[in-house]
């Protein structure tokens, strides 16, 4: 069975960091590209990051880029998030996601239960 | 702002059909077939429904459907269920300085 957990949410105050990590199991995990989605509370989803099979490719959302760091462990099975420099606006639920194989686009069709990052001081 | 522009609101009763609109540009939606759609009910995550424009993953009912037509892709659910309320986003690859991105969300309520 594919799961994807996230943990590492939490409170942190505005200018603070946070890792956020996603434990994947029930699949290849270095077969596949990964992607972090957020929902802030009450609005809709934003696509923050994507990284590629191997970690060769990276993109992020032009609202985290220069404070986000993507990345993953192939051998740990895990994805990372480094969010640096938060603000109140970085408040949301975030989700790991799996992106379906040879598909293009956003296809993930497989989502984490995501994980509240609340920052505020 | 989303990049993606959808309706806040569609509705229908059950056993009716339901069309949402998802209006992009060029640089996305117009460009590539790479449009998705996801379902999504209160306090869950997301659920992939289409991808690429009009394909259905693995257990998707064939009551939705995708279509794109320029710069607009839509999503139709036909035969209205109960269980189909909830919230849809629209999702596109985007060339330029987003690689992905959603619609702002369609509210389905099932009269």
């Known amino acids: 069975e594919v799961q994807l957990m996230e943990s590492g949410g939490g409170l942190v105050q505005p200018g603070g960091s946070l890792r956020l990590s996603c434990a994947a199991s029930?699949?290849?995990?270095?077969?596949?590209?990964m992607n972090w989605v957020r929902q802030a509370p009450g609005n809709g989803l934003e696509w923050v990051s994507y990284?590629?099979?191997?970690?060769?490719?990276?993109y992020y959302a032009a609202s985290v880029k220069g404070r986000f760091t993507i990345s993953r462990d192939n051998a740990k099975n895990s994805l990372y998030l480094q969010m640096n420099s938060l603000r109140a606006e970085d408040t949301a639920v975030y989700y790991c996601?799996?992106?379906?194989?040879?598909?293009?686009?956003?296809?993930?069709?497989?989502w984490g239960q995501g994980t509240l990052v609340t920052v505020s001081s | 702002q989303s990049a993606l522009t959808q309706p806040p609101s569609a509705s229908g009763s059950p056993g009716q059909s339901v069309t949402i609109s998802c209006t992009g540009t060029?640089?996305?939606?117009?460009?590539?077939?790479?449009v998705s759609w996801y379902q999504q009910h209160p306090g869950k995550a997301p659920k992939l429904m289409i991808f690429?424009?009009?394909k259905r993953p693995s257990g998707v009912p064939d009551r939705f459907s995708g279509s794109k037509s320029g710069n607009t892709a839509s999503l139709t659910v036909s035969g209205l269920q109960a269980e189909d309320e909830a919230d849809y986003y629209c999702?596109?690859?985007?060339?330029?300085?987003?690689?992905?991105?959603f619609g702002g969300g369609t509210k389905v309520t099932v009269l």
């Open positions: 999702s596109s690859y985007a060339a330029g300085n987003n690689f992905y991105v």
């Open positions: 990284i590629s099979e191997s970690g060769s490719n990276i």
């Open positions: 690429e424009v009009s």
């Open positions: 996601a799996r992106e379906k194989l040879s598909c293009h686009g956003d296809c993930s069709d497989y």
């Open positions: 060029s640089s996305d939606i117009g460009g590539y077939n790479h």
């Open positions: 029930g699949f290849t995990f270095s077969s596949y590209e």
